[in-house]
């Protein structure tokens, strides 16, 4: 069973900077993809970024807005999402996710890990 594991999520003011950090214990696909999502309550669960085995970084435009860099290392099997200029509208459970090809569709991602939440104060 392939397990995920997200962690670095943690309260921040706005502005700050945050690095969120994913690892996966094994790469069940060989297309396979990680990549993040965010979810706050009442909301449906959000593509935020993804990145290929090879480094094509893929993002929501609509909020990122330069403002994320997701990034790889293939030999751990992790991904990364460092958040700078954070705003109050990032706050959200952000959940990794691992799927056979870039998707920005959760339903459409085959294995998730538990999320960490992250939490932007004024």
């Known amino acids: 069973q392939v397990q995920v594991e997200e962690s670095g999520g943690r309260l921040v003011r706005a502005g700050d900077s945050l690095r969120l950090s994913c690892v996966a214990s094994q790469r069940p696909f060989s297309g396979a993809t990680l990549g993040w999502f965010r979810q706050v309550p009442g909301k449906e669960r959000e593509f935020v970024a993804a990145?290929?085995?090879?480094?094509?970084?893929?993002y929501n435009t609509d909020f990122v807005k330069g403002r994320f860099t997701i990034s790889k290392d293939n030999v751990k099997i992790a991904v990364y999402l460092q958040m700078n200029s954070l705003e109050l509208e990032d706050t959200a459970v952000y959940y990794c996710g691992l799927s056979r090809g870039v998707t920005r569709k959760s339903i459409e991602v085959d294995y998730w890990g538990q999320g960490t939440q992250v939490t932007v104060s004024s």
């Open positions: 990145i290929t085995w090879t480094g094509i970084a893929t």
